[in-house]
């Protein structure tokens, strides 16, 4: 997590709830399929899949119709992951090091074991630094009341990226008391 924003005294009884709408904002349909499945299983049964709920006859820009089915279909809440952004990263890394001091004792030392590193090609490594944002939005109330940004460093996949991202941020919901069992 890198940042988190809640509603000031806003407290969250997952018990309480009766139904929330999960929406992954990815483009790739399985991935989303994949996430919003994740999400909805940290609500223990009250979570709603956007792509069983959000059908052609709703139109995504028509924005006053999907407030209305959402409000009149009993919805307590939305939850939505996107994401942000990927960096990429490439740093340079020499094949072959050696440690201070143990050649710098004297200059034919020094020279002997640095000559070499101007002939050695050396690598680049790339990384990718994915940012993702979660929000919670409150359907009653219809205004957000929380969100925080995560960033991931080389995921093993997205599918494995976005359980993490889940799993910290439900953490960090539960750390700040935004979240509770009661």
Known sequence: ??????????????????KVLVVALFQNETTRRKVEDQLV?????????????????ISETNEEAIRDKIKKDGFDGAITMRL???????????SNIALYPSYYNNFSGYYYRNWPFYFDSGYYLTTRIFTVETSVFSIKEDKIIWTGITKTTDPSGVVKMTE???????????????VSDK
């Open 41 to 57: 299983g940290y609500l223990n049964g009250k979570g709603v899949t956007s792509y069983d709920y959000l059908d052609r006859s």
């Open 84 to 94: 942000l952004d990927v960096d990429k990263e490439k740093t340079y890394t020499r």
């Open 164 to 178: 993490e991202i889940g799993q910290a941020v439900f953490n960090q919901m539960l750390k700040e008391g935004f």
């Open 1 to 18: 997590m890198i940042s988190t924003w809640r509603e000031p005294n806003k407290e969250i009884s997952l018990n309480k709830l009766n």
